[in-house]
Nanobody, 119 residues
Framework: QVQLVESGGGLVQPGGSLRLSCAAS????????MGWFRQAPGKEREFVAA????????TYADSVKGRFTISGDNAKNTVSLQMNSLKFEDTAVYYC????????????WGQGTQVTVSS
């Protein structure tokens, strides 16, 4: 069983920055693919970014490229999402998720953390 706990959400002005963290426990973290997703009110959950912790390959949604950076720390079993140049449309609940072998889908999800971009 894998447990994921997000932290770091909050209220920020447009153009500001936030750093989200996700702490994982329970299994071999370095074999995971970790992802960040978000869901805004009235919208479907959408992909934000993902990192393969074994090979460190990274993907981003087009909407966050150049503004968000995902990183992982295998020693601490954490994955982070640095969010810069935040926009109103980045307001959402952000979820951390883990894809474990055989990587058929994201098996585990955190409880989510609220990010609100407002002036």
């Amino acid at each position: 069983q894998v447990q994921l706990v997000e932290s770091g959400g909050g209220l920020v002005q447009p153009g500001g920055s936030l750093r989200l963290s996700c702490a994982a426990s329970g299994r071999t973290f370095s074999s995971f693919i970790m992802g960040w997703f978000r869901q805004a009110p009235g919208k479907e959950r959408e992909f934000v970014a993902a990192i393969s912790l074994s090979g460190l390959s990274i993907t981003y949604a087009d909407s966050v490229k150049g503004r968000f950076t995902i990183s992982g720390d295998n020693a601490k079993n954490t994955v982070s999402l640095q969010m810069n140049s935040l926009k109103f449309e980045d307001t959402a609940v952000y979820y951390c998720a883990a894809k474990t072998p055989p990587y058929s889908g994201y098996d585990y999800w955190g409880q989510g953390t609220q990010v609100t971009v407002s002036s």
